[in-house]
């Protein structure tokens, strides 16, 4: 019985993951296709092959880059710019998006520096990621502050702390690791899974 219900949970070990990827990889693949892809559906109709929509968003994303880069499309572009940055709400929305992608595919790319701060009152370190060295720019009397983002275990959210850049201490760990570390709960930093360490056995 006891070999029976090791190999189900060897078996829930090896395949569940597997299938997650899966399912995931397809559903954003399906989600990038279908940005252009209704479009270009109606022109190729039956002859229409999965994935067109996504060389179709990349080629268009590659043009729009190229033509934001010169004078007169350029100076159209900025002109949208400002303009939603002034529409209420719409302003918002935008700025945050903005400033979110710029955090990743900017030249100054946030999550880059993995921090550990100590929680208030406790002797307790937690992870973090510096997403902002130069809080001064939002609010002058935090010039000695930074902002580290803590995300949560198990789950898509997190908090923003400012914390005195003398109370931060950086650590060289990799920031793909750091994540996996915080939201798995700190299981990744098993150097053997259970498989493993049965086979070991």
Do not use: C, W
């Not at 597997?18 to 990889?25: C, E, G, K, M, R």
């Amino acid at each position: 019985m006891k070999s029976i219900l090791k190999s189900f949970v060897n078996g829930i070990l090896t395949i569940v993951p597997i299938i997650l990827v899966i399912y995931v990889t397809y559903k954003t693949f399906m989600f990038l296709d279908g940005l252009l892809g209704g479009f270009l559906k109606q022109y190729f109709k039956e002859s229409y092959v999965p994935g067109i929509g996504i060389l179709a968003t990349l080629v268009l994303i590659t043009i729009l880059g190229f033509l934001s880069t010169k004078f007169v499309t350029g100076t159209i572009f900025r002109i949208i710019d400002r303009l939603l940055e002034k529409i209420p709400f719409v302003k918002t929305v935008y700025s945050v998006i903005k400033d979110t992608v710029h955090s990743f595919l900017g030249e100054k790319k946030s999550f880059s520096k993995v921090a550990l701060v100590t929680v208030p009152g406790t002797n307790m370190k937690s992870l973090g990621f510096v997403t902002s060295e130069d809080l001064e720019v939002f609010y002058e009397p935090l010039s000695d502050y930074i902002a580290v983002y803590v995300p949560q275990t198990f789950q898509v959210a997190g908090f923003t702390f400012l914390i005195r850049k003398e109370d931060v201490e950086f650590i060289d760990v990799k920031p793909e690791d750091a994540m996996k570390f915080i939201l798995s709960g700190g299981m990744t930093s098993k150097k053997t899974t259970l498989i493993e360490a049965q086979k070991e056995r």
